[in-house]
């Protein structure tokens, strides 16, 4: 499959949005998410699958599960067209196509201009709209196409169940920004830290919440943490533009960043080192996080260890 273009520079805190219908009504997913849009393809059922599941289809040499997003967003039967779409995507290394009605476009937007739902639209983790953007005098639902894929095959998110308990209390004194704006992902991320005896968690809805908190502290003289986690798709300020404001400031950037997101690709890694990145992981690694969190810690504790020596011999 030929691989969707990335045409954002680093770090702007842009996105650029495909726009597509499900029964004249407008959504949209990540740009970076999208491999290939292909006219939709005879797929063979599967037995006993999910309602949501349309079956399997092998384009060229890759087998792939067609997930039926009218029927997951509805719940009634599908009336397929012979002008409906497969979107085939890629996150949280998985390849999934989605049929859809129409492929409309493609929009480059901030993320400034993206704003989560209103929860008198769904309660917490039920739901599946990561944002509503704002595009013209259109309103643009983005769906949240990791918690779609989490509903019909659990196994796909983050299992909590590999982190071993942690009955130490080194961990805990060491505190960690989270920036992730996923209710459901939260949720999981900060239990399966604190399982990891990392207790000592502070959590922002979106970039812009973490970075503000990090320019207010500057002024104590005292590093607010210890490490900071982030998403990379977050309303008001992605992952990738907290990253490189953080790495680019004179006092901050001595403060390790990960990057935990379901879009770490080649591609996509590329643009996490350019913005200064420490690590950076796909979300259902949540074993390994541990491992990187771990490993970050410690080597800040040697570095500033080294520090305070060479600090010693001059004086």
Sequence with gaps: MEKAEILLETGTNEIEIMEFT?????????????REIMRADRVKAIPHAHPSIEGIFKPRDVLLTVIDL???LTGRETIQDNQDIFMVTEFNKINIAFRVNSVVGIERISWEDINKPDTTL???EDGIATGIAEIGNKLVTILDFEKITADIAPETSIQSENVEIYHGDERHKHRLLLAEDSVLLSKLIVDSLKKAGYTNLV????GKEAYEFL?????????PADLLITDIEMPKMDGHRLTKL??????LKKL???IFSSLITPEMAIKGREVGADEQLSKPEIGHLVEVVDELLQRGQTDGEMCCTTDNKRS
Excluded: C, R, T
């Excluded at 959590?203 to 979106?206: G, L, P, R, S």
């Excluded at 320019?215 to 590093?223: A, I, L, Q, V």
């Design 22 to 34: 499900i029964y004249d009504e407008l959504y949209g997913i990540n740009v970076a998410k999208v």
């Design 70 to 72: 009218p029927h997951y």
């Design 122 to 124: 769904a309660s917490d």
């Design 203 to 206: 959590k922002f809805n979106n």
């Design 215 to 223: 320019e207010e502290s500057k002024g104590s003289g005292e590093m």
């Design 246 to 251: 953080v790495k680019e400031d004179q006092w």
């Design 256 to 258: 390790p960043v990960v």
